[in-house]
């Protein structure tokens, strides 16, 4: 009788807590980008501009516009994770508050980090960035441009 109630109540534990072994969610925390970032490119007679946006959780949006701020937005993509953490290891690896470079022309493109207490701009009056660029803003131009590439041939392959 005693070896039955064992049994059982033994039983009882493994039936119940195994059903709830399946049931127990785990909280990942979702990395975010240490920056939104805004790419544009435009000027000229009409004064429109186009580009993307990357906010902080890997949303990729395109706009267009005169002023940023007022464009309308669409969502087209998201980063993944890993291209999240690419970024932020870049942004940690690499001071771009120290390099500055600022040149306006007829048609002009730039890239925005912008952050709760930092903004960091570049720009220059090539749609690709020229030599004369400092070399981080040209390798955080063209992560971006890739990782950007690379969820849009994901998203059609």
Known sequence: MRISVIFFLLN?????????????KIAVEKQTLHYSII???GGGFTGQYEGKVIDTTGIISTWNG?????????VVDS???NQIKKLNIFFDE???????FREVG????SLSLLS???EINFSWKEQQPPER?????KELYYLIINEIASTHNKEHK
């Open 66 to 74: 005169r002023i940023f701020s007022t464009s309308i937005k669409k």
């Open 12 to 24: 009882s534990v493994l039936i119940f807590s195994s059903g709830c072994a399946g049931s127990k």
């Open 39 to 41: 790419l544009s490119s």
């Open 116 to 118: 709760a207490n930092k």
């Open 106 to 109: 007829n048609m002009t493109t």
């Open 79 to 81: 980063l993944s994770q």
């Open 94 to 100: 690499n001071r771009l508050e120290d390099f500055t």
């Open 133 to 137: 660029v400092p070399a981080k803003a």
